[in-house]
């Protein structure tokens, strides 16, 4: 079996590890208050009334917090700058550019037409 390419995917940086593990911990919290959301409200269809606060609680506090760590871990990873933007390589060698256009001229390349005129 062969090992994937070096451009097979972006290296896990600090800041991708941090909102990777953000949006887990607020898929876990939110399934948590979904479980607890579904205990909760499913007896109700079966004539039961007197359910514990603490479930509601679970339920709601799960439900909220964990969709808001979700999603402030999608933020911290959309606002993150991954280093391969920065890597101008990543252009020249992307194997997945369209065959019909050519590549693009990046400043400092000896093809630079623009600065050599």
Not at 1 to 17: E, F, I, L, R, V
Not at 37 to 47: K, N, S, T, Y
């Amino acid at each position: 079996m062969s090992t994937p390419p070096d451009w097979a995917g972006p290296p896990a940086g600090p800041a991708a590890g941090r909102a990777d593990r953000l949006v887990r911990a607020g898929c876990v919290v939110f399934g948590i208050g979904l479980a607890a959301a579904a205990v909760a409200v499913i007896p109700f269809f079966f004539g039961v009334r007197n359910l514990p606060t603490w479930l509601n609680a679970v339920a709601g506090g799960g439900l909220t917090i964990g969709l808001a760590v979700a999603l402030t871990g999608v933020a911290v990873a959309v606002r993150s700058r991954l280093p391969e933007e920065a890597d101008p390589d990543l252009y020249r060698t992307n194997p997945h550019l369209p065959v019909d256009r050519p590549a693009p001229v990046l400043p400092g390349d000896s093809a630079d037409r623009l600065g050599a005129g």
